[in-house]
């Protein structure tokens, strides 16, 4: 089992950054990569970047150049620079397991950007 809690998400102009941070507990040895969703109104969860153990990080083309993921011990953090208002969304942090492929999810925290 593994247990995650972001934070971090707010209310912030565009043009504006967020930290969001997402820690987790348990059995987090088995960890294999975390995974940073979100979902905005009305429509479908979608991916926006992820590091692995090995520290290989993967973004989203709509987020590229202006989001950065990174790692300290274990929290994973997500660097969100220059906010447009549809980067708008709950925030979602999810663990994928190695050799299970199971995946576990945060609470999520809203990120809202005003124009």
């Known amino acids: 089992q593994v247990q995650l809690v972001e934070s971090g998400g707010g209310l912030v102009q565009a043009g504006g950054s967020l930290r969001l941070s997402c820690a987790s507990s348990?059995?987090?040895?088995?960890?294999?990569?975390i995974n940073w969703y979100r979902q905005a109104p009305g429509k479908q969860r979608e991916f926006v970047a992820s590091?692995?153990?090995?520290?290989l990080t993967n973004y989203a083309d709509s987020v590229k150049g202006r989001f950065t993921i990174s790692r300290d011990n274990a929290k994973v953090y997500l660097q969100m620079n220059s906010l447009k208002p549809e980067d708008t969304a709950v925030y979602y942090c999810?663990?994928?397991?190695?050799?299970?492929?199971?995946?576990?999810w945060g609470q999520g925290t809203q990120v809202t950007v005003s124009s």
């Open positions: 999810g663990a994928t397991l190695r050799y299970s492929g199971a995946s576990y």
């Open positions: 590091i692995s153990s090995e520290d």
């Open positions: 348990g059995s987090t040895s088995r960890i294999f990569a």
